[in-house]
């Protein structure tokens, strides 16, 4: 299975030089390759290329710096067969008409300034076009047993000859014997599981393959006196190797010819004749070749030299014990039911442990040399790099391979979009050093045109707070015709998985755009420079649990605000610069491991060991009990490892004089991020309320310089004029509502001339609302119209002030709640003829008036109505130089824009919809317009019966503009410095 995709590579002969050297830009405006792509579903390749050119180029006018090209078969043919019209043998992967498609979807990258990644095969890259018999395929060991009788004695052709290559004949001693049963949810329903369990003696395990004859036969005494009282009897096990067969990409081979017919070099001839145009573009627009996470099923995982390399690794032959890996040694994502027939133990249950370990530890080196080999030849031949979700599901510890790709990605999806899971993965990807931390990113079940922009901005956090800097949107359909397709029309997934962001949803022209943009900033301040982490947990093992247990038991450390990654590997210096390392109990070390870390300890690296000492990793090559005893005694009597209680770990860090470097005062749970760019010598910082309550307090960073918030939603930078410094630390008051983030940079001096100001507020009332610069030499506090008490503070030059109502402060001004609403709501309904499904929408509108916003479910007319909403209203205000307007709305579930008196609002954040309208204010009337788009699903929901193939079973939602919007006046005082 290592091999598998090798023939694929022949296939991509198109050929390219090198991958467009990329530049981030600029905050404000980041590069194609530093911006959000989508993820870009391709039904097959007889659709219109000029539609697909055209969503590549509606992607990015929208903001995308391009798209993952994913040629997706429904799902590779796992979401059933092909439609009635298709012909996936004319128009599968790497047939003349997909290279047409190609072309077109790279020359219009190259026509928009943008840059696209590739699969390496159909549906998730993991499947080629080859011949069947390819050695290359993946392969497959199939196990069988069978009793022997009372006698000992078996002669005879062995259990199921003929199934493939033998590979192994044991014979074993049952010491007893269990049918055995469990429920696992597959799909979300229940299915029952049921195998047999065997505990065979260890001692009697013995390779018998070389006895069986060319018409596999054998004839076996098996020695029944030894066969202890009250043991079941001998069984035979045999295993046989042979290529799986397993296609990504399912369909009916009896029409016309097909690419497994003809197998790839066919194909290979075709493309090398177009290879001189697509060469040219993919240098400048190819970026990355990817796969996505490897979901193959088999009865063991297997490759044919996994044998030889076994015994060469591991000094055994791993044949003899072969019964073990029956059970639960496949692919856990794809095959969480299918355990395996029969689950064989040992009776020395901890020599089996160390097979295991063995076992998946060549399997690790065996998938590193596929990585290896497929990065090298994408680098040589195409000259792009090489981006893949590695390992998931295999039985191995999938960290391992995250050294060996350019671009490592995960996804929200099966990481629980849990910043715990995710930092189990980027330890061990900014330990190698990797720049760009890609994420298959929003994909949510049954959230297919009903998840919230508010919904994904909240994964994108914890994604980012998690490593990530390449975001990867699921995901953008084809948005043209496609065989039995109704209008909204192409749905991946049959309508499970959000979410479509196509021209069909009312928020595209309406808003996505600024969301585009604000990820695409966020992720450009987390390639600057490096990051920084707090701590390292240690964390080895066999083979990784997809469900990512926590390692470090408890929460006192994002508590106390310490950042931390998980990790299996050599310490880097550069890179992370951990504080301490932490060693759960629960953890297995080798001997040479205690010594590496011993040897950390001695350079001065805190070791603090959780809950007791960790056991040893079991091995055959394990150093004895004696040795790992010994060595881990010496380890814990150095004066740098400290040995605490279960949870105690932060506590410990502070009683060593360590400091978080971002640490936020104030109850609750602020996640952050540190990066350092030693060349521009800035530092960045990008902090998350992930608690479900406000955080009012101070962010404390062990760090100096001039500060600056960055805003991702406008990319304008601004000077922080609220703050105290000592020789080592900043502190900044914070006040976060629940999933708000700030995203705070420090500058070596001033960005530019302007920012230069003689002072800043070190102390200030907590009413005040925000501190800018009014000149070189004085500060503007915008103060609530409703203080009645005195404002106070002091400056960084030790000046106190004391500021009354009325000297200078005006007359309270209280908050206005804007009422009286009219809106006109843009119904965006099906075309008269379903099956026209490139249709945006047929559109009428309704009007409404509303005291105060509502969503749609409570507006009569508007229960099932999806499309756009135009609120208007209008207030009257009497401007003046000392007096100002913020808005405030109550919540932003998907989109808005608000424009006053005609001009566009700046983009509000959806976790603190507050923004400054001062400057768009006049005398007398003002109109305040809101444009609110809607997601689709309550309409979608009333038209189910006549979409075809959908799944829909969830409930409508509130949409709209909804709660109250206030505008809250502030007076502007002048104080100088
Ligand atoms: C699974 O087995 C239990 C009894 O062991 C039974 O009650 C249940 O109905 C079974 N479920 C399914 C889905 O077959
Ligand atoms: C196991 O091998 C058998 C025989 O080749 C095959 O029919 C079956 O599909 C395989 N099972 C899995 C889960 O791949
Ligand atoms: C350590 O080894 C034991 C068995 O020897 C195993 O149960 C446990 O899961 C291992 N710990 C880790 C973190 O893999």
Redesign the pocket.
Known sequence: MFTKLLPALALLTLALASPPTSNDGTFKTPSASTRVRFRYWLPDASVDPQVVASDIQAAGSLGAGGVEFLPFYNYGGEQGPMPEGADWARYGFGTPAYKEIFKRALRAHAESGLVMDFTLGPNQGQGVPAEWDDQGLQWDLVPFTSAVGANGLFDGVIPRWGTGELVSLTSALVLSEEKRQKTIRRNLLPVNVTWTEYVLSHDSLTDQTSKVSRSGRVRLVLPTKEASAGAVGYRLFAFYQKLSGNKSLHFHTDQSKTIFDNGSYVVDHHSARGAETIAALLRQVGDSAWEDSVELISNITWTPSLPKRFAQKHGYSMKPLLPLLAFSQTTFFTQSSTVGPFHCLLDSP?RG?AYFNDYHSVLEDGYNDFIITVRNWLHKRLGVTYSNQPAYGFPQDMTAAITHVDVPEYESWAYGDAIDAYRQFIGMAHLAGKKIISNELGAQIFKAYSMPIRQLLGIVHRAIIGGTNQVILHGQPYSGDWYGTTWPGYTPFMYMYSDMYSPKQPAWENGYEEVMHYISRLQFVQRQGVPRTDVALY????VTNMSFPR?YQGTNLEEDGWSYSVRNGVLAAEGPAFKALII?N???LTCEVIAKVHRYAKQGLPIILVGGAP?Q??SHNSCSDREYQRSLSQLTRHKNVHTVSSGQAAAKLARLGLRPRVKVEAPGIVHSTWREDRKSNAAYSFLLNSYNESVTGSAVFQHVGVPYTLDPWTGEKSLVLYYTSDARTTRIPINLQPGQTILVAFERKPDRNSDLSSCHVTSLSSEVFDVTRAGRSSLLLSVPGTTSSQITGTLSNGKRFKLHKGCPMSNPMPPIKLSNWTLTAEHWERPANMYNAPTIAQKRNTTHTLPTPTSWLNISGLENASGVGYHSTTFSWTPSPKTGLYIHLSQIIHTLRFYINGQQLEPLDHQNPVRDISPYLREGDNEVRAVVPTMMWNYLLSIKDEIRASGVIFPPLDEGLVGDVMLVPFERVVVRC
Do not use: D
């Open positions: 901890a442990t964390n080895s093992v066999s390692i759960e629960t953890q297995n056991r990793w079991q």
